[in-house]
């Protein structure tokens, strides 16, 4: 292991030293099948075709003859910089990019290789390697589309419009009208316009419907793609029996979304008919919120997701105590800061302590109270005290209120034994409102002394843990926090 790890770091070098040594150049064109073989002597191949901007692609290299190849593809834009590359989307070990829309008018390399790695082959073989100009098929909710897959064509390929959804929430489902019996398996993809994916769920091998669930649709004028995959677990043999296909569907069903004001509560219950239920709430930049939970400890425990105004996850949690194996019956998130203005959503589903099945059968109440952070405000010049006494617990959470060019020093100190001071500064920084600016870990009880200049107004988060892992200590955490401006 170790001498690979110096040829890889060896290899990477040369990368950003020299152009990338290639053992073959031929431009080729959209539809144009080519044949290739890669081996010890041949390591990769390496293509040229001319794109246009906007054109939607897609390049598929799958292996034949013995189909020992565990292919690996990657596309270089006009300028010679990495702009994707895959390993076993295609299917079978076969890899497969796409689509991508292309960003530029020029010429682009594609580099056919092995796993995973192009300057050596890992894998050996002959293949099939075709780009193709793709058309999407363009869905709208409760309109099912029909379509097919099979071991020559394991994905399918759609496009959802961001404003055909009006609560700007959905859920993609597939339906296997006829399959034949086997260990195939789908799973589903979206990609946003601006860079954010959501992935479904997983299902039983076979089974008949398969959904992904959420797709934040929020950006109207966005277009959203989504792939469905056929694959298996075994890549080294075909995935359907030969000559076999997948019939199916895809459906998108647009979810209700219910509002939750900043100051209110809303309450809600989750069982085999309603998987999962969606809020949204309003803020503006930089809002620090706290978002709380409550459950009966006698109901199926919950997880929350937290999608910020342009559909990227940004925090989450759940009621699980894995402890004790139980519902802990509440949780807490505050402070949850806010990055953009805009609307933001929740996505509430049932929680498992283990398979995704045992949720089945199960119901699950809640309540959910959206507030103003009650994180405590530090004072400059008082100190504050507190204590890690809960397994549970990270962190423990203060904030501050600097102004432009203020220097502080932040002082966090051992009371005992059982703590060893560990910090992150997060706040206004590269203009960012939520920028990590500092962290620190230290090895032993003691003192951490550090001074920083603020250069914004601005409210600002410093995160306290602790160290010392609290399985190896039985005493309690004890610190001290101060906050001092530096003349």
Not at 73 to 96: C, E, V
Not at 159 to 188: F, H, K
Not at 449 to 475: H, Q
């Amino acid at each position: 292991m170790i001498t690979k790890r110096i040829t890889l770091m060896i290899v990477v070098i040369t990368l950003f030293a020299l152009p990338f040594a290639v053992f073959g150049q031929e431009t080729i064109g959209y539809g144009e099948v080519v044949t290739g073989q890669i081996s010890e002597s041949t390591p990769n191949v390496s293509y040229l075709f001319n794109g246009v901007a906007g054109d939607t692609i897609t390049i598929r290299m799958s292996a034949t003859g013995d189909m020992t190849l565990d292919s690996y593809l990657r596309l270089l834009d006009p300028n010679g910089a990495d702009f994707y590359s895959d390993d076993d989307s295609g299917g079978m070990r076969n890899a497969l990019i796409g689509p991508v829309v292309l960003p530029s008018t020029g010429t682009y390399t594609i580099i056919a290789s092995s796993c995973c790695d192009s300057s050596f082959a890992g894998t050996t073989g002959t293949y099939e390697l075709v780009i193709e100009q793709t058309q999407l098929v363009v869905v709208a909710p409760t309109q099912p589309v029909n379509f097919e897959l099979s071991n020559n064509n394991p994905v399918a390929f759609f496009t959802l419009l961001g404003n055909s959804v009006p609560s700007q929430v959905a859920r993609a489902v597939v339906n296997i009208d006829s399959a034949p019996e086997g260990t195939w398996n789908i799973n589903m993809e979206v990609r946003g316009p601006i860079g954010n994916s959501f992935y479904s769920y997983y299902a039983p091998p076979g089974s008949s419907r398969y959904v992904l669930d959420p797709i934040i649709a929020n950006v109207a004028d966005g277009a959203y793609q989504i792939s469905v995959n056929l694959y298996s677990e075994r890549g080294d043999i075909p995935i359907l029996p030969e000559g076999q296909t997948i019939l199916a569907n895809l459906v998108i069903e647009e979810i209700p979304v219910a509002p939750l004001e900043i100051g209110s509560s809303v309450s809600g219950t989750l069982n085999d008919n309603i998987p999962t239920q969606y809020y949204r709430f309003n803020a503006t930049m930089r809002d620090l919120l706290s978002l709380t939970g409550e459950q009966p400890s006698d109901s199926n425990p919950i997880s929350i997701t937290v999608y910020d105004s342009i559909g990227f996850s940004i925090t989450g949690t759940s009621t699980i105590n894995y402890e004790a194996s139980a519902n802990s019956g509440s949780f807490v998130i505050d402070p949850l800061r806010t990055m953009n203005e805009g609307t933001y959503f929740i996505g509430v589903v049932r929680a498992s302590f283990g398979s995704p099945e045992e949720v089945n059968g199960t119901t699950s109440d809640f309540t959910l109270s959206l507030n103003t952070t009650q994180t405590p405000m530090l004072q400059v010049g008082v100190p504050v005290t507190g204590v890690f006494d809960n397994p549970q617990q990270y962190e423990q959470v203060y904030r501050y209120q600097a102004t432009a060019n203020q220097t502080i020093r932040i002082t966090l100190t051992s009371l005992n034994g059982g703590y060893a001071p560990a910090f992150d500064l997060v706040g206004d920084a590269f203009e960012s409102p939520d920028t990590n600016i500092f962290n620190a870990n230290s090895a032993a009880p003691g003192k951490l002394v550090y001074e920083v200049t603020l250069y914004y107004d601005s409210v600002y988060l410093i995160r306290v843990r602790n160290s010392i892992f609290y399985s190896f200590e039985d005493v309690n955490g004890e610190y001290s926090l101060q906050i001092d401006v530096v003349e």
